[in-house]
């Protein structure tokens, strides 16, 4: 399925979008210093509060534009969306980069981007894309 080079390859076809380290120095992609996505190894709360059925491998972080956006990937596909309750509250979802399809990555990448790019670039890039 879907690799991190699938990851940088569309986030950096998005306007404006740089790749630069995130808090723990694992990579993660902006727009205007916005972070949309990023790689979210689990941590050991995460991995307690999931018990046995933690995922293994990779793990990106992707912002939704609203929390009824989140509810509603985790309730689409259990099998690639999840959360942890340090997300509670928080519009993002992790996903299981290795179940998810290349084209629904490419899908969650540009709406993560759309939910942190300024109005205006996002409106360029919806119009441009049209």
């Given at each position: 399925?879907?690799?991190?080079?699938?990851?940088?390859?569309?986030?950096?076809?998005?306007?404006e979008?740089?790749?630069?380290?995130?808090?723990?120095d694992?990579?993660?992609?902006?727009?205007?210093?916005k972070?949309?996505?990023?790689?979210?190894?689990?941590?050991?709360?995460?991995?307690?509060?999931?018990?046995?059925?933690?995922?293994?491998?990779?793990?990106?972080?992707?912002?939704?534009?609203?929390?009824?956006?989140?509810?509603?990937?985790?309730?689409?596909?259990?099998?690639?969306?999840?959360?942890?309750?340090?997300?509670?509250g928080?519009?993002?979802?992790?996903?299981?980069?290795?179940?998810?399809?290349?084209?629904?990555?490419t899908?969650?990448?540009?709406?993560?981007?759309?939910?942190?790019?300024?109005?205006?670039?996002a409106?360029?890039?919806?119009?441009?894309?049209?």
């Amino acid at each position: 399925m879907a690799t991190w080079d699938d990851v940088r390859r569309i986030a950096l076809a998005l306007p404006e979008t740089t790749e630069r380290g995130s808090y723990d120095d694992l990579p993660a992609w902006r727009v205007r210093d916005k972070m949309f996505v990023w790689d979210r190894p689990l941590r050991r709360s995460d991995l307690e509060a999931l018990g046995d059925t933690a995922p293994d491998g990779p793990i990106l972080g992707a912002r939704v534009p609203d929390l009824g956006a989140k509810e509603a990937l985790l309730a689409d596909d259990p099998a690639v969306y999840f959360t942890t309750p340090h997300l509670d509250g928080y519009p993002a979802v992790l996903v299981r980069l290795d179940r998810i399809a290349v084209d629904d990555l490419t899908e969650l990448i540009t709406e993560a981007w759309h939910a942190r790019a300024p109005k205006r670039l996002a409106a360029a890039h919806r119009a441009g894309a049209a």
